[in-house]
Nanobody, 116 residues
């Protein structure tokens, strides 16, 4: 099984920025569309953005214009650059393939907290 490791989260003030990173245990990025998901307290996990093997990106409406997803197939990495962060962005962020339901085993995620 491939292992997914998310990093880069933290505590930031509203309007701040973070860059999240997702590392895979082997070179599989060229064969999948990759995505970032997030899960806020008391809510179900939701899709944030995904990017195809041709680097075509799509975003949910709530993050359009603020977040950028990009990938580096040679390094088996996918990133999420988050700008203009809002308190409602607070969640645990995960990476995985897109679409479901046949996901890879979930990593531990990385916590993003946006608060004054």
């Amino acid at each position: 099984q491939v292992q997914l490791v998310e990093s880069g989260g933290g505590l930031v003030q509203p309007g701040g920025s973070l860059r999240l990173s997702c590392a895979a245990s082997k070179n599989i990025f060229s064969f999948y569309t990759w995505a970032w998901y997030r899960q806020a307290p008391g809510k179900q996990r939701e899709l944030v953005a995904h990017i195809t093997s041709a680097s075509i990106a799509n975003y949910v409406d709530s993050v359009k214009g603020r977040f950028i997803i990009f990938r580096d197939n040679a390094k088996n990495m996918v990133y999420l650059h988050m700008n203009s962060l809002r308190p409602e962005d607070t969640a645990v962020y995960y990476c995985n393939k897109y679409p479901g339901p046949m996901y890879l085993p979930w990593g531990q995620g990385t916590q993003v907290t946006v608060s004054s």
